[in-house]
């Protein structure tokens, strides 16, 4: 039934909640992304083989690309072996959907072996399983982006329900402050209820924002990427983030936030020239604190997770 | 420095909220309208006459278009006088916008005695203390559908920001059932707090209802069309309501729902057969129900206020 080739695949990192749309707006960006290949193999079951330094488990089901395998392997009427090799670029709890990439990447790999009979949509159900391994929640506001490319909005996740928003040409300036920030703690701290005002205000600025980036109006972009409700609680857990943000502003970027639950902070830019004065002060922020970072300057892929030639 | 002339318009009804863009979201239609004229008169102030049976005020500061002629007047250097005429055609208290229509006309036709001086978002500013007299709250989701036409996002009122977002054709059936409900009252019983997961779920449905309306994806805009907030609370104040939704889905309607704060109720539909199928089956709720009630079958008004000929 299955191929015998190796499946090679880049599966990227995400930017989920893009400022406003906290649970509902995510991107692919074209860097980093993970590496991942896949082949069958004779007895069912799954192997995971790592060919990175971060130590993930190799166990499937505790593992998030093992996961996402498990549920996709559910729905088949005969028993099937996977052997999946993963070589991460995309660092574990960066908060630019690391494991999002892992488990959209593996099944879609693993589907392609399997001559596509599976729909992408089909696909973030499946991935959704890394996604409730990794962070307790099955969200696709990265794997999503991640299958699809481009901007996408999960309208609803039950049932699911994912539209693709076409955006303008962006540029993403992204820094990862060497910090831990737990998906899970993020969540936590979160406010279980809002006031009606401020649900206003932020619904305001999603409807902004999806307006912006279909009527390719960067303006009304940078003027929608505001966030009242979950900024203001999550932001105290990165420290230099207002300085970020401002200075970068500055710089002339459109706007941003907290990448995913953090500690990594994008950026939305017009152009290059502003994306790397963008990432200029960014480095200088993380430089006066004295603290490890990392950055990329990229744009959005359209593509979602791509099949490499052999 | 004013014109001579007698300034004669038709000023839309509009539907506020759009079912989940509560607030932030309106469209002007077609039918009903207000018949309105303005001239200048030769002593400083407003004179307001009524040529209808609605017996409103006449004193400029209680009547909804002089509270924004009054604001208008503010901004100008020298006194000028004008003499209102309104003979009104949107029954005050049905949803539909009667209150800003009467606002949004006086100061348009004003402007126009005034060679436009001002612009639309001016304008807007000034008939919102028509608004704010009729509810208590400067809400704009009325007033800038009836002054710039089509379907407008307000994403922020202070500052304002208003958006027009482009509509495929559609077709709109309105019932007004002939019960009051005051929009202090309806703003009266919402909670000030909701639940974040709710909230989540409204942007989500607002998301979609913005891509819909700018994709020309008319099943998206009937998934999208979902209050899980405001309707539950305010559906209970309108008799029959429940039923007109199920029935006039059931006739093809892509969705609807509460017409700003009611008591109207309106449905959108793909074409006009369908748009009458669902007229005939709130027809039949509201007999059955013994209830007085009058219905609309109209399209979505693309200009706005309109001045006609003499």
């Known amino acids: 039934m299955a191929s015998e080739k190796t499946i090679r695949i880049h599966s990227p990192a995400t930017?989920?909640?893009?400022?406003?749309?906290?649970?509902?707006?995510?991107f692919a960006v074209n860097e980093p992304y993970d590496e991942?290949?896949?082949?069958?193999?004779?007895?069912?079951?799954?192997?995971?083989?790592?060919?990175?330094?971060?130590?993930?488990?190799?166990q499937p089901e505790?593992?998030?690309a093992g996961a996402a395998l498990l549920a996709l392997m559910d729905e088949l009427e005969s028993p099937v072996g996977f052997e999946l090799f993963i070589r991460k670029q995309i660092k574990p709890g960066?908060?630019?959907g690391s494991s999002a990439a892992s488990a959209a990447g593996a099944v879609v790999?693993?589907?392609r072996l399997l001559q596509d009979?599976?729909?992408?949509?089909?696909?973030?159900?499946?991935?959704?399983?890394?996604?409730?391994?990794?962070?307790?929640v099955k969200h696709a506001d990265n794997i999503a982006p991640c299958i699809y490319g481009g901007v996408t909005l999960i309208r609803s996740i039950f049932p699911?329900?994912?539209?693709?928003?076409?955006?303008?040409?962006?540029?993403?300036?992204?820094?990862?402050?060497?910090?831990?920030?737990?998906?899970?703690?993020a969540r936590g701290i979160l406010k279980q209820q809002v006031l009606l005002k401020d649900a206003i205000r932020q619904w305001g600025n999603i409807a902004g924002l999806v307006a912006g980036l279909l009527q390719g109006d960067y303006q009304l972009i940078g003027r929608s990427l505001e966030d009242v409700l979950i900024e203001p609680v999550r932001s105290i857990l990165i420290p230099g983030f207002d300085k970020v943000k401002k200075l970068s502003k500055e710089a002339g970027a459109l706007g941003g936030g907290i990448s995913g639950s953090g500690p990594s902070i994008f950026m939305l830019s017009e152009n290059e020239t502003t994306a790397r004065a963008v990432e200029k002060q960014m480095k200088e922020v993380y430089e006066s604190l004295s603290l490890a970072y990392h950055t990329y300057v990229t744009t959005i892929n359209q593509s979602g997770v791509t099949f490499v030639e052999e």
């Open 160 to 185: 699911l329900d994912i539209i693709g928003i076409t955006a303008p040409p962006l540029y993403v300036t992204i820094v990862h402050p060497q910090i831990e920030v737990r998906t899970s703690d």
């Open 36 to 58: 991942m290949r896949i082949r069958c193999k004779d007895e069912p079951g799954i192997v995971i083989v790592n060919e990175d330094d971060y130590h993930l488990p190799t």
């Open 62 to 64: 505790k593992n998030v």
């Open 15 to 26: 930017v989920a909640n893009m400022v406003c749309g906290f649970d509902i707006l995510g």
């Open 117 to 136: 009979r599976f729909s992408k949509e089909d696909l973030v159900r499946f991935a959704m399983n890394g996604e409730k391994l990794a962070s307790g």
């Open 94 to 96: 960066s908060g630019v």
């Open 109 to 111: 790999a693993a589907n």
